[in-house]
Each structure stands twice: as C-alpha cells, then as structure tokens.
C-alpha cells in the first residue's frame, strides 16, 4: 500500500492475506497513513487509500506497537511525502535497514533505519542507479540450522549475515548443539543429550516469530520439555495438530506451546496450512520412519527456493510429487 500510495497517489488493496497466523490487524500502517494525509476507508473486504490534490506531507508518527509491516508502509509512503516523516518506535529488523539502503541508493533520503527513530526527508524522485543485492534470508538459514542440527551429520550453511541470527544461535548454544559460526557461514552437527529450552518470541533483535516453528524439530530432540511462547502471533499453531499424526509429544494451553522429547516419529499425511506451520512438517518428517506427504506444500516452496533439491543434495530422499506436495521417505 505505501508503495502504491508514494507512487501513484492512490490505491485500492484487498484486505492483508498473508499467511494465516492469527488475526493480522493494519491499524498502525492505517493510523501512519492518515498521518501523512493520505484518507483511509476501509470497505468490506478491501482498504482504498488515497491522497488529495496536495498529495502527502511528512508527519510525526508514534507506532503504538512495533510493527514491521507498518513500519516498512509508512517509509514506502514518505520517501516522496513533502517535508520530513520522523518515525518512532519503528521496528529494527535487518530487513528494515536493507529497504532503507535500497531506496537511499535511489535518491531517498532516510536516516535511522535500524534504530527506534527514523527520519526521512521526501524527495520528489526516485530513480535506479545502482544493482542492489538483498540481504540472505535469515529465516531460511534459521530452518536449515535446526534441521541439520536436529538430525544432520555435519552441515555447513552458507551464505549467513550471523549477526541477524544472534536470538536463534544463543538458543542452539543453550540447547547445547556444536557450532562453528564463521564470517557468513555456519557448520552445525547434528546434536546429542541436548537440553530443552525456552523460547519467547519478540520484536529483532528477539527471537523471530518465523523461527518458533522452523526450530520445533530440533526441540523434539531434547532431554525433556521445551516451551515455546509466541508473543506476536500466539494462535500461530496451525503446526501441531499435524504433528500429533506423526507421533510428537506436542501441545498447546493459555498462548505456550510444550514440546516433549519425542522418539519414534512415524511419516504420515499432512497439510501444510502455512510456510513456517509446513516447513516444521517438512523438518519433522525427515526424522520420522517411512514415507510423509506434505499437502498444500506449496506454502513452503513459496518461501523456501529450490529446498527440494538443497535437502536432496544433503542426500534426504524427497521428491516434489506435483507443485503442491513434497513426500519425503526416510
Ligand atoms: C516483529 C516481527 O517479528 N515481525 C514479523 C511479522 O511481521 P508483520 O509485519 O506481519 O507483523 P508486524 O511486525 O507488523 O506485527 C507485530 C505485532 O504487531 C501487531 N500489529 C501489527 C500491525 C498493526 O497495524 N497492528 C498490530 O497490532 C501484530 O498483530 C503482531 O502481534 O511477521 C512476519 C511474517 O511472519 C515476519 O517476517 C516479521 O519478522
Ligand atoms: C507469515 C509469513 O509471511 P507473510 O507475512 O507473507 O504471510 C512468514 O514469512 O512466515
């Protein structure tokens, strides 16, 4: 919608898909809208949003809750707003100060990205200059970590900006999983007698909400009980109940998720109702005995490029049956 807005004035959008994690509420890009004067209606199923003759302003704007969503909008939006937006509490994700070289390289001018406060003074241009290459995926590389930690036998990751992953290598180290974290890659072997741990998820530099599934596989691997709670998303458990089919000790009540040690996994067929819920699947049936089928795989591979083919280079028998399951056979 930013985008839309800072470049065309106005815009008509459908109602936030994503994933389905829980409720998504926009009120924050709406409140960020409106402070930069674009008028906001919200319709049925769907938020037209424009501007006047006078197009955008710059504006202050105190986030109530830290968003990444909102944050990422309203910098869309004030790169070409007349005058200086100063955003407060804006959201710190590594993916926020990449947005931000973006655009600088082609004429904005934004200054605190990746800090709470962030300034952007409007230009009326934005034009390419230059090749801009985005920042390594550290959700992927986090997925790839708990797989290889939870059943690899020596895996290097390669490709890591290991300073985005600090939250989630600190609970490998606690877990007691061996690491050798190196400029941009990271080896991992696969972990014995671990400890379970405690994952709270939280804004970056927290603990990635996008992790808490990805890293459940590994969990399952501990001596003993793990909770995970998931402060942003908590309803973010579509994942368990096609766990259970396979044998894990899993389990949520009151917003934490307890994940038991869990032996003797079994493959089954499951549906993989969102990316994260399904890679978790994905991650679990390369440990469990004989054959899983993941439905509606396509909500992984939309996030995960080429993961067929990288986990079948780790010599993991998958296969994409058509474009929407993955079967794995172990
Ligand atoms: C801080 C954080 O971890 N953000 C994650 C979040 O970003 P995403 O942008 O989807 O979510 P936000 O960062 O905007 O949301 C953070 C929290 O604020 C709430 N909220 C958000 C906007 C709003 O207008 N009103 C409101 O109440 C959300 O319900 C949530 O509890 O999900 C993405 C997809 O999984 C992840 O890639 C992001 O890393
Ligand atoms: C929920 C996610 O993505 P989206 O915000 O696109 O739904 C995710 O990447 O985990």
Redesign the pocket.
């Known amino acids: 919608m930013g985008a839309l807005l800072g470049k065309f004035g106005k815009a008509l959008v459908g109602f936030p898909g994503?994933?389905n994690?829980g409720?998504?509420?926009?009120?924050?890009?709406i409140k960020g809208f409106r402070a930069l004067g674009a008028i906001v209606e919200e319709r049925d199923d769907a938020v037209s949003i424009y501007t006047s003759a006078a197009g955008l302003h710059g504006a202050r704007i105190f986030f109530d809750?830290?968003?990444?969503?909102?944050t990422i909008n309203v910098l869309l939006a004030a790169v070409k707003a007349k005058g200086t937006t100063i955003i407060e509490n804006a959201?710190k994700?590594p993916e926020i100060i990449d947005l931000a070289t973006f655009l600088n390289n082609m004429g904005a001018q934004i200054r605190g990205a990746g800090t709470d406060i962030i300034r952007i003074k409007g230009v009326s241009n934005l034009k390419a200059q230059n090749t801009h290459t985005i920042i390594p995926d550290r959700i992927e590389a986090g997925t790839y970590l708990s797989f290889a930690a939870a059943n690899g036998e020596g895996v290097l990751v390669k490709n890591v900006i290991t300073e985005h992953l600090e939250p989630f290598i600190a609970k490998l180290i606690e877990m007691g999983v061996y690491l050798e974290v190196n400029e941009d890659s990271i080896y991992v072997e696969g972990g014995h007698n671990l400890t379970p741990v405690t994952i709270k998820?939280a804004?970056?530099p927290g603990f990635?909400?996008?992790l808490q599934q990805p890293i459940t596989p590994l969990l399952l691997k501990a001596n003993g009980c793990s909770r995970v709670i998931d402060t942003?998303?908590p309803e973010r458990i579509k994942h368990i109940p096609e766990l259970k089919k396979m044998g894990v000790k899993i389990n949520s009540q009151n917003g934490v998720i307890s994940i038991n040690h869990s032996a003797n996994l079994i493959g089954a067929s499951v549906e993989a109702s969102e990316i994260r819920a399904g890679v978790s699947l994905l991650g679990v049936g390369l440990m469990a005995k004989g054959t899983t089928i993941i439905n509606h795989a396509d909500n992984i591979l939309r996030g995960y490029e080429r993961i067929v083919d990288k986990l079948a280079g780790l010599s993991v028998k998958i296969k994409l049956v058509d474009e929407a399951t993955v079967s794995t056979d172990q």
């Open positions: 994503g994933d994690i409720p998504r509420p926009i009120d924050q890009h809750i830290v968003s990444v969503g909102a959201a994700e998820t804004p970056f990635a909400t996008d942003l998303y």
